[in-house]
């Protein structure tokens, strides 16, 4: 089978002068890694799937989440799920572009072997990426706009928000994410996935197009907040990103009143 692998080289150059364009620190409002600025410190193995830089540094979102969090969480989950996606479509011999949200809609469709690995591996990649784009030092405080009338109109308001988030986040046994989702209406939904599942694979039971997930796998949250997932989960509102959120929200198609 051929494999077509992305060219990094190539989207090096545009991507760099866009990131250059947008400013440091400003994530495109994409969910998919290929728009992003590849982080080439980090070995991520051949394949057509390349780790987002992180748009600041390690310590940047302390105290909510501590450097040493942030170091082993992004340089060493995330770009283990990133290598170990590259291997998965190597060893399979799929043909993939660099989009791994491509991938995960699909999956039901891939190679029977190759689709726990991408499942596992693909979700970790792209709930990752969203993650790092909806957090920020400079967060503001509270949703604006269209989006803030929608948490209004589908949730009850932010405070509702906070708590439907904490305890679907809470409600996970085990690891796993909590979403805040544009559904096909084009309202909002708060759900939770198992894992690394995503509500936009085929494969899972919740729908929906996340616009903010929170990680809630102990390697998100222990080192500083050992078994208390609910101070994470309260601490973590201060470096959410509201305007990245709207961004994906847009994107996502969230309706207007
Ligand atoms: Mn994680």
Known sequence: MTRIYFNRRSFLGATGAMMAALGAGIFPSSLSAQSMEPDTNIDVGEGPFSLP?????????????????????????HAAYVRNLNKAVRDAGIEASGDALDLIKKIRKLPK????????NGGGHVNHTLFWSILSPNAGSKPTGELA???ERDIGGLDALKAELKSAGSGVFGSGWAWLV??????????????????????????????LGIDV???AYYLKYKNDRGKYLDNIW?????????????KAGLKGR
């Open 53 to 77: 830089r992180l748009p600041y540094s390690y310590d940047a979102l302390e105290p909510a989440i501590d450097a040493e969090t942030m170091r082993t969480h992004y340089s060493k989950h």
């Open 113 to 120: 072997d190759a689709q726990k690995a991408v499942r596992n």
């Open 149 to 151: 009338k929608a948490i």
């Open 182 to 211: 544009v559904g096909k209406n084009g309202r909002l939904a708060v759900t939770s996935t198992a894992n690394q599942d995503n509500p936009l694979m085929d494969v899972s039971d919740a729908e929906g197009t996340p616009i």
């Open 217 to 219: 796998w102990e390697h």
């Open 238 to 250: 201060s470096i959410i990103s509201w305007e990245a959120v709207a961004e994906h929200a847009a």
